[in-house]
């Protein structure tokens, strides 16, 4: 049970450290861990990702900003309560981390692979340009009975196929993590930057309805 669990949600990703390590929490007495490494897009920019590492994987006290370090685990997340609202937060948790050369013009590695369940009817649009997109919020199991609830983005055909999904169905997705700044307001005339974490979709199975 726990290998499937496991093997439902699996990251790859490689980029450039961009930030000192932050504390994060401690459980059972293992200490964690928040650094934000920059991976590169195809587009030459990038995507800004927050990486959850034990201090039990590296030294996290070490300066390693401009090194290029590669993370393999899952993609979690939690609700932090902010004053009357939740807020979802996402990271990628580490299971293994190490540091890599990526060959001069390869882009840096991003892969994410998940297997879950629609948990909100998905939200179809479309863009001023004309571009379809869809928005899925997918439940991916973990041990002890908890869930991380991933924003996910299709687009094109995918996100006309998504559109049929109702609350329950089991999908399976591939794809990459991204970033995007927007603005959140928080009164009349104050806005605060934030960033947003979400999948970006590449291919999509459906398996059943639940």
Known sequence: MLDKVFTNNQVTIAGEVVSDFTFSHEIYGENFFLVNIAVSRLSDSCDIIPVMVSDRLMDVKGDYKGCILQASGQFRSYNRH?????RLVLSVFAREVSFV?????EQNPNHIFLDGYVCKKPV???????REIADVLLAVNRPYGKSDY???????????????????AH???WGRIQSREYQKKIDEEVYEKRVAYEVSVSKLEYLSEE
């Open 101 to 105: 050369e990526i060959p001069e013009g």
């Open 171 to 173: 999908v399976q997705l």
């Open 124 to 130: 179809y649009r479309k863009t001023p340009l004309g």
């Open 82 to 86: 902010e004053e009357t609202k939740n």
């Open 150 to 168: 991933i924003p996910c983005i299709c687009w094109g055909r995918n996100a006309r196929y998504a559109d049929q999904f109702e609350v329950g």
